[in-house]
């Protein structure tokens, strides 16, 4: 139990996935306790965590349901949070994606920014000389009206 309980640990620090353990097995696991169990090779140390205390009362075929049940809703448990686990991983992607479009949109709107403020600052300065120059020829206009009369 020491040593499944290192493998958790082990796991816990660097996320249990999959393929981590693609050689684990429940079938073989509970397999190997039943051979020890019947061998007389447990460690005396069963008390732990994993049975309650009505454990030491119960047999050892009552204990053994026990742990698989145990086994199986700790598989089942392990199955939902991997199925969670690859839909953070697909909506994270996603996410991404939609980040690096979004991305992209914005620096070709900049772009399309920095043409417009330049073109407006043409314009401006076109329209200036156009103003300028309009000053002028009615300064002529008048010049020339005054000569007329």
Same mark, same amino acid.
């Given at each position: @139990?020491?040593?499944?309980?290192?493998?958790?640990?082990?796991?816990?620090?660097?996320?249990?996935?999959?393929?981590?353990? !693609?050689? %684990? @097995?429940?079938?073989?696991?509970?397999?190997?306790? *039943?051979? #020890?169990?019947?061998?007389?090779?447990?460690?005396?140390?069963?008390?732990?965590?994993?049975?309650?205390?009505?454990? $030491? *009362?119960?047999?050892? /075929?009552?204990?053994?349901? %026990? &742990?698989? !049940?145990k %086994?199986?809703?700790?598989?089942?448990?392990?199955? @939902?949070?991997?199925?969670?686990?690859? #839909?953070?991983?697909?909506?994270?992607?996603?996410?991404?994606?939609?980040?690096?479009? !979004?991305e /992209?949109? $914005?620096? #070709?709107?900049?772009?399309?920014?920095?043409?417009?403020?330049?073109?407006? *600052? #043409?314009?401006?300065?076109?329209?200036?000389?156009?103003?300028?120059? @309009?000053?002028? &020829?009615?300064?002529e206009?008048?010049?020339? /009206?005054?000569?007329?009369?």
């Amino acid at each position: @139990s020491s040593k499944i309980r290192n493998l958790e640990v082990q796991s816990a620090d660097d996320v249990a996935v999959l393929e981590d353990c !693609a050689d %684990f @097995s429940l079938a073989k696991t509970i397999s190997k306790i *039943e051979e #020890k169990l019947e061998r007389g090779d447990l460690p005396d140390c069963l008390d732990d965590d994993i049975i309650p205390s009505v454990g $030491n *009362e119960i047999g050892a /075929e009552a204990q053994i349901r %026990f &742990l698989k !049940a145990k %086994f199986r809703v700790m598989q089942e448990e392990l199955d @939902s949070v991997v199925c969670e686990c690859r #839909k953070k991983d697909d909506e994270n992607q996603n996410l991404k994606s939609r980040l690096k479009d !979004a991305e /992209e949109e $914005n620096t #070709k709107l900049q772009r399309t920014i920095s043409m417009q403020h330049s073109q407006t *600052e #043409k314009y401006k300065m076109l329209s200036q000389e156009a103003n300028k120059k @309009s000053e002028g &020829l009615q300064q002529e206009v008048i010049a020339l /009206e005054k000569v007329l009369q």
